[in-house]
């Protein structure tokens, strides 16, 4: 990419109203495939704005309807010419309920805060998402 153009990326947390996290494992057949995500997310299409993007890649990667996403975080890699727009969704959906996005995601799992914190970075591929979890929870 031009210098100064930066590619929007859109990450979803999503927390259960129980307190559980949803991971989901990447499909095999992608870059990290078989790893867990701690998000939903990915890159927004021309015209966009943020939540826009997070919205509609929240649905197609889990079925998740959000009524209220939370923007927790901005981060921005100059190497990779990206800006990260992070949000939080509490939901209190159906956890079977989740639908993998076929060529994506091949499974999920809701896990509680201390699984998710306690995975090690060869299993979990954002070890980013561990430490704003871990942030926010002293916060609450």
Sequence with gaps: MDDGVFHLVCDIIVRQTDGDYLIMQRDALKYYGGMWEATAGGSALAGESP?????????????????????????????????????????????????PQEGETSNYRWVDRETLLNMKNDELLTERMQLFIEERSNMD
């Design 51 to 99: 939540l826009q993007c997070a919205t509609r890649e929240l649905f197609e990667e889990t079925g998740i309807h959000a009524d209220t996403l939370t923007e927790v975080g901005r981060v921005v890699d100059t190497e990779r010419h990206s800006a990260y727009v992070e949000y939080l969704c509490i939901t209190d959906c159906d956890k079977n309920s989740v639908k």
